[in-house]
């Protein structure tokens, strides 16, 4: 079993929908956690940043993170076509040698359509 | 620069061909990662720098791998006798310090033939 499990999709939604993405993890150590946006042919690029337990907005995205259940969320609203991407989930603890090096999910696929 | 930047962004090499990959990190950012990604999953961490110094490369997954940022800005990711397995996206981060988001290259995409 991977300490990040993340369920790959596809998704396919239609625009203007609600979008839940989740990942569960196994490692209690993990403090931060981060979600990711990769288009194709590109690398990660990071949407939120969120330590410990809560919520945490940002325009049309929200963050969860429950830590006693060990799952995290990302919402989308009102999804755009333009949303439609791969969203990684990484999360980081402090390790032996004093670093926080993310492990990451293997991304949900996300297909919103007009 | 604006960005990581990493060259080439492709790269096809023969089995058995030693490659080298380069990555510019931000101006000024302290850490520097290396992960690889497999078609269809996600990052695998490789190696990660404090300016000069190597401090994990726990995840380098044989000795044919090899890494060195020497002067604590630029970093190469060095392969020895490529093989088919190798194939995939390497991807470099970089961020300023310890918790903080990090920033990523659009990585190299390797092929070995």
């Known amino acids: 079993q991977k300490e990040v499990e993340q369920d790959p999709g596809p998704l396919s939604v239609p625009e203007g929908a609600i979008v839940s993405l989740n990942c569960t993890y196994s490692n209690s150590a993990f403090q931060y956690f981060m979600w990711y946006r990769q288009y194709s042919r590109k690398g990660p690029e990071l949407l939120m940043y969120?330590?410990?337990?809560g919520n945490k907005e940002d325009g049309r995205f929200t963050a969860q993170v429950d830590k006693s259940s060990k799952y995290i969320s990302l919402f989308i609203r009102d999804s755009q076509p333009s949303d439609s991407a791969t969203y990684l989930c990484a999360m980081s603890g402090l390790r032996t040698g004093g670093s926080y090096i993310p492990t990451f999910g293997r991304g949900t696929s996300l297909i919103v359509h007009p | 620069g604006a960005g990581v930047s990493q060259s080439p962004r492709y790269k096809v090499a023969k089995r058995g061909q030693d490659v080298a990959l380069r990555c510019d990190p931000i101006?000024?950012?302290?850490?520097l990662f290396w992960y690889q990604q497999a078609l269809g999953q996600g990052p695998e961490f490789l190696t990660y720098?404090?300016?000069?110094?190597?401090?994990?490369k726990s995840g380098l997954p044989s000795d044919r791998f090899f890494a060195e940022r020497p002067e604590g800005s630029v970093s190469t990711l060095k392969i020895q006798r490529t093989q088919q397995e190798d194939s995939a996206v390497y991807l470099c981060a970089s961020s300023p310090g310890l918790n903080y988001g990090y920033t990523f290259g659009s990585g190299t995409r390797l092929t070995v033939v």
């Open positions: 101006s000024g950012h302290v850490s």
């Open positions: 720098f404090q300016n000069e110094a190597q401090l994990d």
């Open positions: 969120t330590y410990s337990s």
